[in-house]
């Protein structure tokens, strides 16, 4: 090639002084990075806010039924009832934030129709047990099997909270993040059932 050549046609040269497996190796790179970012991004999320609530079926830790007599719950057996879904797992600091005031709501509310469930999310039953214990949870837990409750519910982390109605309708959109006392009191005053 002459340098005339080189010069009206810059890209030959670039391309000749790059070997072949340099080209490869970046076409490979980038085919990678396109592949990783197609598996990371993800549809979004059903938002959950102000429709019927999707159905579950919950067994229950055996020390922690709460006013519960039985081996498993399910969201139909609850229908006429108010009901707190709260997902929460051994490792989340923000649930520990909220276990006191969850507890203290439950033993508020538990004579009024309103019924407590907290669903453990990606635990060891050991770590939850200590968990319930240490937080002296006495409300209806029982561990998330599979995730299948947590996936039903487009989960996003922990903790989250759905206030159920008597009609079985997700009122107002999850809470995300720790609750407090006074967001207690304002939500299960919107699923309280009529008495």
Known sequence: MTDTESIRNPKSEIRNRLPAWVILLGIGVLFVAAL??????????KSL??????DW???LFDEYRGDLQTDSVSLADLR?????LNFWASW???CEEEAAALEAAWRTYRDQGIVFVGVDYLDQDPAAKRYLEKFDITFANGP??????????TIRGVPETFFINP???IVGCRKIGPLTESELRQRIAEIMPAQ
Do not use: F, H, N, W
């Not at 990783?36 to 999320?45: E, F, G, H, V």
């Not at 806010?49 to 999707?54: G, L, Q, V, W």
């Not at 998330?144 to 519910?153: E, N, Q, T, V």
């Open 144 to 153: 998330d099997l599979a995730s299948k409750i947590s996936k039903r519910y």
């Open 167 to 169: 009609q079985g309708e």
């Open 80 to 84: 006429g009832k108010g009901v707190v």
């Open 57 to 59: 079926t919950l067994t």
């Open 36 to 45: 990783m970012a197609l598996l990371l991004i993800k549809p979004p999320q």
């Open 92 to 94: 989340c600091k923000p």
């Open 49 to 54: 806010c102000d429709e019927p609530a999707p």
